[in-house]
């Protein structure tokens, strides 16, 4: 039986699009266990959401052709918070930041308002030719 | 052709005796499984006026590129003079919808059957 009091690490790296996202939703499923949350977790699945979003963007802008640097990814859970960071190598994003919920016959334009509403941070830095995400969320 | 060995969406489809496309996807509705569904309206909305009903339950995860490829389904099907109705999302497919608004384009019902009455 898991617990929230004991602190969690995953670490991993990944370049392709459908072995990254594999591994983030394994990444919450692993902290699910060792929390010992219910599959319906409401938080923990607003988390993995907002994840699931960043994952996305950083797995595809993040990655354009010809990038030889691995998508790095860390997730830990300590004192009920859990924090997720991702760096990519991609262009910078910072035009895109503040995009608001696109009209809803928009196909296309929802990720980042999503994952900022879906957790209590959502920061981006740009360091030389790095992007790093990080999305913190009290569980 | 190679398939995939892994896809991230498995898509099923079968006809009701009313004439009705049920539409069956498993597995996450994602920026990867998202083609995989608007294949299967593409071919549906080829035969003309279609009615179709999207059956959710097997889908675990949708993210916003799945949101769009559903809003591209319904554009679609609406310009083939056809109706979508959406049936049995989960609790994390419902809070993205709510989310986003589009619980108010798409009016979604707790079970296929529900879905199927009238249509």
């Known amino acids: 039986m898991g617990s929230d009091h004991e602190p969690f690490e995953f ?9 990254g996202l594999d591994v983030l939703h394994r990444s919450v499923e692993r902290l699910r266990l060792a929390t010992g949350r219910s599959a319906d977790d409401r938080p923990l699945m607003l988390f993995e959401t907002a994840l699931g979003e960043i994952g996305s963007n950083v797995l595809t802008h993040g990655r354009p052709p010809g990038t030889e640097r691995p998508v790095e990814y860390d997730l ?28 809803v016959d928009s196909e296309a334009g929802r990720g980042l308002a999503m994952a900022r509403a879906l957790v209590d941070e959502l920061g981006y830095e740009r360091v030389g030719e790095v992007n790093t995400w990080r999305l913190v969320k009290r569980l | 052709m190679l398939v995939a060995s892994k896809l991230s969406l498995d898509v099923q489809t079968r006809q009701t005796d009313g004439g009705v ?3 069956v ?16 309206i593409s071919q549906l909305a080829k035969n003309g006026p279609p009615k179709v009903v999207i059956d959710m339950e097997g889908i675990s995860f949708v993210d916003s590129t799945g949101l769009g490829s559903v809003i591209a389904a319904l554009k679609e099907i609406r310009s083939s003079q056809g109706e979508l109705r959406l049936a049995a999302p989960n609790q994390q497919v419902r809070v ?10 798409f009016p979604y019902y707790a079970t296929v059957e529900e879905a199927l009455t009238g249509f």
């Open chain 1, 11 to 19: 670490r991993a790296t990944f370049a392709e699009l459908d072995e």
């Open chain 2, 25 to 40: 996807p498993s597995g996450r509705l994602d920026v990867a499984g998202a083609p995989a569904l608007k294949d299967a």
């Open chain 2, 96 to 105: 993205v919808l709510e989310l986003t608004t589009l619980d108010r384009v």
């Open chain 2, 21 to 23: 496309a049920v539409i």
């Open chain 1, 76 to 103: 830990r859970f300590e004192s009920g918070i859990v924090v997720a960071s991702l760096t990519d190598s991609g262009p910078p994003v910072h035009e895109h930041l503040a995009r608001e919920m696109p009209h």
